[in-house]
């Protein structure tokens, strides 16, 4: 790792105005340009700093900022500060219950070690693990080159959905869950404001930007994510495919969230995939299949194939498919509390 | 370390550490200068700056970049050479340690970054010549062959065993998730772990 200098921030307006750029554009300056990033748990930008992808001259800590690492509740909704933990996400009482796909993704997120440390908007605004992005010797497009190798190359692990001259999958786990329960975004900058944006707006594919995957601004800090409450009746499911079941990256990542009416018809339902494109990807047609319906067998398979229609898998990466609608399928009828029957 | 390298400014904590640990105070101050705006939080390095680790229940004076990780201070300056530095990327868990009693993967932690929290290595769990109880157990189930993951896979047992003291076996694998055993000793490790645990009432 390069050395760099190193400032702890006692509150998030001194680490709004100390802060010079995103990582985004501190990966991509000028040697000679001031390279201040912000710091939080620290996985990704110590992981970035170590291959030589970024190298700070100034880190700013924000670990040490007070009251940004409690959940909270009224009755607006859910209050998660950014420097939660995975590890207290997928423990705390209010997202094992209210926002059981929230936990479940955070427990099912990297390794223990790296739960205790790594933070829910570090985990928002880390860089995408597409090894060609992470390899020094690729110089691909979203790190400013002319290409993205992975459309000729190795894409077995990249997306099937939304690659429009990049097809990374987004790196976060949770942000699946949290895109499912319309989860909204908290920013401070350094004029003293805040701004919240729902997070499946922040989140951007490269048809917007391919050298970024957030609508972060430089200066601006990530203070909390606000979940709405949850009526009675809704119910969540997060499931997950990795190759391994300890530790691993999704293969394919599913959170369903669905309220069932008094007649057992379903509304306000949440389909996003996970591992499957840039962003977490919404499934309206998924969405569209469960609206309004009861939930039976034909219709979660229904909602499964729904769910990957359309999608433009690579020359390596076909085999995603029928894990997304097998995940979905069982994700709706678990939430709906069907038991799946084998056939 | 290159007079030009040294610390050039200071928090007053940094500063009053520094002061305790050097013979001449007065020397120190004529060398560093207090950040100019003390609205603006002190700016340190990129040399080395005065630190104190708590490690294993004693203070530890250490001098360090603020690039360099736990694991490797634990190494270097402090000597600690139980915990062991495998892919350097979080992903094996050899390095892991408690912090404040949660295992954490000590590669992927900047020293400067641990504050006042307790730093618990393998060398903090024995007491003297006697093992803790699931190094007893590492031995008597060969829970190790090349012993390489074998300190981190403790650490992460140990702590498991602090929070669930009747562990499942698939606590045990959940507990050990992160961990990489080039030899394949993960069975042996997981009844290892269930031999040392204690049966609720």
Known sequence: ?343 | MPNADRTHSVTRRLFLRGTGATASGVALLADMHIAAAADEPPIVGPGAIPLTLTVNGRNQEVSVEPCMTLAEVLRGPLDLTGTKIGCDRGACSACTVWLDGAPVASCMLLAVDVGARAVTTIEGLAHGDTLHPVQEAFIAHDALQCGYCTPGMVMSCAALLERVPNPTADDVRAAIDGHLCRCGAYPHIVEAVLAVRKPGP
């Open chain 1, 1 to 343: 790792m390069d050395r760099f200098t190193w400032q702890s921030a006692r509150t998030v307006a001194e680490a709004a105005s100390a802060g010079k750029c995103t990582v985004a554009e501190a990966m991509r300056a000028d040697t000679d340009a001031d390279r201040v990033v912000m710091k939080a748990g620290g996985i990704d930008l110590l992981d970035l700093m170590k291959e030589g992808l970024l190298r700070p001259t100034r880190v700013i800590n924000l670990r040490d900022i007070p009251g940004l690492d409690t959940i909270t509740e009224d009755a607006a909704g859910t209050r998660i500060g950014a420097l939660v933990t995975l590890e207290q996400l997928a423990a705390h009482s209010i997202s094992r219950q209210r926002y059981t796909a929230l936990a479940d993704a955070a427990a099912s997120s990297a390794t223990p070690q790296i739960r205790h440390v790594a933070t829910l908007g570090g985990n928002l605004l880390q860089r995408p693990r597409c090894w060609y992005f992470r390899s020094a010797a690729h110089h691909c497009a979203r790190k400013g080159g002319e290409h993205c190798f992975a459309f000729a190359g190795e894409n077995q692990y990249h997306a099937v959905f939304g690659h429009d001259g990049c097809a990374i999958v987004h790196p976060s786990t949770v942000a699946t869950a949290l895109v499912a329960f319309n989860a909204r975004v908290e920013l401070a900058n350094a004029q003293g404001g805040t701004r919240t944006v729902a997070l499946e707006a922040f989140l951007v594919g490269p048809e917007v930007d391919v050298t970024r995957e957030t609508d972060l601004r430089a200066g601006e800090v990530m203070t909390a994510v606000l979940l709405p409450p949850m009526p009675a009746g809704v119910r969540s499911v997060f499931l997950k495919q990795a190759e391994r079941l300890s530790s691993d990256w999704s293969i394919a990542d599913v959170a369903v969230v669905l309220q069932r009416a008094a007649d057992g018809r379903c509304q306000n339902v949440s389909v996003v995939l996970g591992a499957a494109a840039p962003v977490p990807w919404r499934a309206q047609k998924a969405e569209a299949a469960l609206t309004g319906r009861l939930i039976d067998a034909a219709v979660a398979n229904a909602a499964g194939e729904a769910a990957i229609a359309g999608a433009e898998p690579l020359r390596r990466n076909a085999y995603k498919l029928p894990i997304l609608a097998t995940l979905v399928r069982r994700a709706v009828l678990t939430a709906a509390d069907v038991r799946e029957t084998v056939p």
